[in-house]
């Protein structure tokens, strides 16, 4: 990389701290103010720096123009597809992927068990709201008052006994996930189904889907199931990584011992399940 491009490149996320003068942007490039300002001119050109009339400079607007494009040519889909496959491949369990979208969440990629027992959900149908694991993913990075105003709109059906009761049960649910970063269905939805999932954030941090491992409870114990957790969490974070090309924090993540423990509670309070055709 050449020396003017690397400096320039450098500019940019000393903006996005805030706003500099030329002083500050010369110092922290150890360059000569004549230099500084030549690089700060050429990126104000482009739209990607705004000169203040305090003299101080600034992101520009063409920059937030630019990272909206790319964001929405991704695929999340496309990204995610190849990581669920290795998923898949690794455990033999069935493997989804999830979005919010028009108020409701939808399977937007599926890749079957390697065992006779297939799952009942299907690519673009709708998952169970209030149970699943990959809705309250996605739903737990809500704002809380837009949680809070979904969770009062919903309809609670009683899949199983341990499906989410009503609105404040749910609300509590989704405090738990958000705080935790991983959700878990056991037999919520369908009693003979164990599910544990994680979240794909983008480039700002927020959750942009969601994936899934499911398997039958009579293959799959519970214990068995979430001492999976990890190797779910881990993909999800390597597809946030392709997508937003962000490597996010692997924070605290339970081993498998870890995971397993926290089962009798996650059962009541995460959630997938495959939707029913």
């Not at 690519?123 to 809380?144: N, W």
């Not at 056991?186 to 009693?191: C, F, I, N, S, W």
Request: a negative charge; charged letters at 30%; one cysteine or more.
């Amino acid at each position: 990389m050449s020396q003017s491009v690397d400096r320039a490149l450098r500019i940019l996320p000393l903006l996005a701290r805030g706003p500099a003068d030329l002083g500050r942007v010369a110092a922290e490039l150890d360059v000569h103010k004549s230099t500084a300002l030549r690089l700060l001119r050429t990126l104000h050109e482009h739209g990607l720096v705004y000169r203040q009339a305090d003299q101080r400079y600034r992101l520009g607007a063409r920059l937030f123009t630019l990272a909206g494009e790319a964001v929405e040519s991704l695929d999340v889909r496309e990204i995610a597809h190849p990581h669920l496959l290795r998923l898949n491949e690794e455990t033999g369990h069935t493997v989804h992927l999830a979005v919010h979208q028009d108020a409701e969440v939808l399977y937007i990629d599926k890749v079957d068990s390697r065992y006779p027992v297939r799952m009942y959900s299907r690519i673009g149908r709708p998952v169970a709201i209030t149970v699943a694991a990959v809705a309250k993913l996605l739903l737990a990075d809500l704002p809380e008052a837009e949680r809070r105003a979904l969770a009062e709109r919903l309809e609670y059906p009683r899949y199983t006994e341990r499906s989410t009761a009503g609105p404040e049960e749910f609300l509590r649910e989704l405090a738990l996930v958000r705080e935790q970063g991983w959700a878990a269905d056991l037999g919520g939805h369908e009693e003979t189904i164990n599910c544990v999932a994680a979240p794909v954030r983008g480039p700002d941090g927020r959750v942009v889907a969601a994936m899934s491992l499911s398997a039958p409870g009579a293959l799959v114990g519970e214990a068995e199931l979430l001492e999976l957790l990890p190797l779910v969490r881990r993909t999800a974070r390597a597809v946030g990584r392709d997508y937003s090309g962000v490597d996010e924090p692997a924070g605290d993540e339970p081993d498998g011992d870890g995971a397993a423990g926290d089962g009798p509670g996650a059962d009541e309070r995460g959630g997938a399940g495959p939707e029913r055709p």
